[in-house]
Nanobody, 127 residues
């Protein structure tokens, strides 16, 4: 498998970024996609996820209304559109895949369900 994130960078507070997750060697249709963030000195947290068929999505309260997750199964891509960024959004952002079999859809908290992980892309927001 291969998951490669891109789109991170340095942005001023209030700015926007679009992260991409390119998936290879995996039939992405069978997997939920999750985006996770690890800020300096903090544990990794789930910030958004989308079901394998795009039918449902979840957001952490901290990003709700500012971030939008999407996916394109034909292109084997996942996306995270981030707007109104603040310094608290600084961190390493990783995408990951979880098998679609959960009856409750994708999870932001059960990180053990995510079996494939990318290396991450750094997002830094200056004040």
């Amino acid at each position: 498998f291969q998951l490669v994130e891109s789109g991170g960078g340095l942005v001023q507070s209030g700015g926007s970024l679009r992260l991409s997750c390119a998936v290879s060697y995996v039939t992405v249709d069978y997997y939920h996609i999750g985006w996770f963030r690890q800020a300096p000195g903090k544990e990794r947290e789930g910030i958004s996820c989308i079901d394998n068929n795009g039918g449902g999505s979840k957001y952490a309260d901290s990003v709700k209304g500012r971030f939008t997750i999407s996916r394109d199964n034909a292109a084997k891509m996942g996306y995270l559109q981030m707007s109104s960024l603040t310094p608290e959004d600084t961190g390493n952002y990783s995408c990951a895949l979880a098998w679609w079999g959960s009856a409750t859809g994708c999870s932001l908290t059960e990180q053990s369900e995510y079996v494939y992980w990318g290396q991450g892309t750094q997002v830094s927001v200056s004040s």
